[in-house]
């Protein structure tokens, strides 16, 4: 996947320079340390022209991110929103992934940083995990400890046992992996949130251990518009086997069903699923073919 090219501009501290010249500082204590945080947000091609998804919850989350990990954040979210729009006509992109980044400067020393600097890229990607259902697998690589870190902050470092627990799954020829909390419950997927349908209500795991996704939000919006019951509730690995059908979701994977776990494979066709539904819903949502009011 090649993510820019000698045409490519990113947004950087204010201007758009061509990413090719954009240089990196070797000294940092995002690149040492993984000190930084960051965000995945879409834009769409939608009817009224290019629209990103969900930008104001996005760059708060970042504001959110960098505040957890007391890295400055000196940023307003609409001029974030405005140049990110910029950044896509640049670009020329209507629909793209859109990855705004704040990271610290030269410092080798373990304390916070007092300045940092933010760039924003985009590229076109496809649904990060594909168009078919996945078979997935229950890692033995764990979610962060929440006691030691907020794991609500999406925080660079905190990524490198969801490297670990993708790459051994898709190692074991599986497409992704569900990661347990230190409760010992599902908590998600690397990336993603997870959700089961069981005698027509729908569960996902409560917050304690998960990342608060925004599409999972999305998905509660949208069953609440459909009166389709969500119930936040611990789940046992055993409860993801015997669910009757099961979907992750995410901005980048967007909704995507699952066909099997650990080699147990869904009877439910996934096409009558709750999930399916939910995923023609939030299709229509972020290509503004409903009215969003009338909807959630
Ligand atoms: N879990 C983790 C660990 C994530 O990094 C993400 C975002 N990629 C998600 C879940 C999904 O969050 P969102 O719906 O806000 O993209």
Known sequence: MQYYNQDTYIYLDGNFVKATDAGIDLFGQSLHYGYGAFEGLRAYSTHHGTRIFKAEEHFARLQRSCDAIDLPYHWNASVLIEKSYALLEVNNLRSAYIRPLVFSGSNMHLTSAKDAHIMIAAWEWGPYLGQNLLRVCTSKIQRPNPKSFRIEAK????????????????????????????????????????????????????????FPGIT??????????????????????????????????????????????????YREDWEHTIGASIQRKYKKLVLEEENYEVII
């Open 155 to 210: 925080v660079s470092g905190q990524y490198i046992n969801a490297i670990l627990a993708s790459s051994d799954a898709i190692k074991q020829g599986f497409d992704e992996a569900l990661m347990l909390g230190q409760d010992g419950y599902i908590a998600q997927a690397s990336s993603e949130n997870l959700f089961i349908e069981k005698d027509f209500k729908l569960y996902t795991p409560p917050l304690d251990h998960v």
């Open 216 to 265: 999972r939000q999305t998905v509660m919006e949208l069953c609440k518009n459909l009166n389709i019951e969500v119930v936040e509730k611990k789940l046992t690995v055993q409860d993801v086997h015997e669910a009757n059908s099961a979907f992750l979701c995410g901005t980048a994977a967007e909704i995507i069903g699952i066909k099997e776990v650990d080699g147990i494979t």
